[in-house]
């Protein structure tokens, strides 16, 4: 399956999905490791704020957006043209894929805290123990 991440640097998951034009593309399945295809640097104009709604847009090609953050707009917007929106606290792309598709979640909010948004999940990872003798 195919999962955008929105990354406006490149480096790090970053939020405001609904403006965001820079995504990682990742190619991944449960049970095996996500491999990055390609990276989206769209014009200003088609961030999904901006976009029409009724034209076709590079997203439509995604399985899932992970993100940082994420308004109803940007969830309905997405879910209408058959996308899925997961938010994440991971601010590693490859590392929040790697948890979305090992299934490690939990519910959370998207977006404002009063909205009414129809995916609401967030990607965490299980603490990181420390080697003996640190």
Do not use: Y
């Amino acid at each position: 399956m195919r999962i955008a991440v929105t990354s406006q640097n490149f480096r790090t998951v970053t939020g405001h999905a609904g403006r965001a034009r820079r995504f990682i593309v990742f190619e991944g399945e449960s049970n095996t490791p996500p491999q990055e295809l390609e990276r989206l640097d769209l014009a200003p104009n088609m961030s999904m704020h901006d976009f029409d709604a009724n034209a076709s847009h590079p997203l439509d090609a995604m399985a899932v957006v992970i993100t940082a953050g994420a308004g109803e707009g940007f969830v309905r917007r997405l879910a209408a043209r058959g996308v899925r929106v997961v938010a994440t606290d991971e601010s590693e792309p490859h590392q929040a894929v790697e948890a979305f598709l090992a299934g490690r979640f939990r519910a959370a909010t998207v977006g404002h805290p009063h909205s009414t948004v129809v995916e609401e999940v967030r990607v965490s990872l299980p603490s990181r123990k420390k080697p003996a003798g640190e």
